[in-house]
T-cell receptor, first 109, second 113 residues
Framework: RKEVEQDPGPFNVPEGATVAFNCTYS??????FFWYRQDCRKEPKLLMS???SGNEDGRFTAQLNRASQYISLLIRDSKLSDSATYLC??????????FGKGTMLLVSP | DVKVTQSSRYLVKRTGEKVFLECVQD?????MFWYRQDPGLGLRLIYF???????EKGDIPEGYSVSREKKERFSLILESASTNQTSMYLC????????????FGQGTRLTVV
């Protein structure tokens, strides 16, 4: 069974903190990796793709370690609006995506 | 703006009823998916389609079927609804070979009583 594992949290952090989420995946043949964000009672939306060399988008940095089958997301200078569930996503066969169960982040004032 | 539209936000059905959940996308995407999301279980793939009239089983297809007669429309059918099918159902679409973003509909909260 191809799986994606995440710590469910919740991670409770103050505004301005740096927080990191980790994810492991079991399908060594996976080629595409993503982080999605899901707000309460809303649909998931793409936060960022994850590239082999690592990539950054503003306060967000994603890293991929293929050898360890490990993906990470780092959020710097957390904002209240970052409170959400973060889903680690890995592509499977036939263009499908396998989702982790998500990590909940709560940023407090 | 890209759009995936699900026909209902909330639905209440009786046990044994046949239920249709409709999804339409306006992005000319080849791939369409149906997921269900439950607390503690995350998103689980029910069925997907990579072309008109093509369908493939996902991880939990039992009790469901799908139809894709037109490229833009992907329907999920619960042949005989049961209480354990009470869930949030999410439709998604994507283009190409799996390394592209999937766009989700707003979800249908189905309650089977």
């Amino acid at each position: 069974r191809k799986e994606v594992e995440q710590d469910p949290g919740p991670f409770n952090v103050p505004e301005g903190a740096t927080v990191a989420f980790n994810c492991t995946y079991s399908n060594s043949a996976s080629q595409s990796f993503f982080w999605y964000r899901q707000d309460c009672r809303k649909e998931p939306k793409l936060l960022m793709s994850v590239y082999s060399s690592g990539n950054e988008d503003g306060r967000f940095t994603a890293q991929l370690n293929r050898a360890s089958q490990y993906i990470s997301l780092l959020i710097r200078d957390s904002k209240l609006s970052d409170s959400a569930t973060y889903l680690c996503v890995v592509n499977g066969g036939y263009s499908t995506l396998t989702f982790g169960k998500g990590t909940m982040l709560l940023v407090s004032p | 703006d890209v759009k995936v539209t699900q026909s209902s936000r909330y639905l209440v059905k009786r046990t044994g009823e046949k239920v249709f959940l409709e999804c339409v996308q306006d992005m000319d995407h080849e791939n369409m998916f149906w997921y269900r999301q439950d607390p503690g279980l995350g998103l689980r793939l029910i069925y997907f389609s990579y072309d008109v009239k093509m369908k493939e089983k996902g991880d939990i297809p039992e009790g469901y079927s799908v139809s894709r007669e037109k490229k833009e429309r992907f329907s999920l059918i619960l042949e005989s609804a049961s209480t354990n099918q009470t869930s949030m159902y999410l439709c998604a679409s994507s283009s190409g070979a799996g390394n592209t973003e999937a766009f989700f509909g707003q979800g249908t909260r189905l309650t089977v009583v």
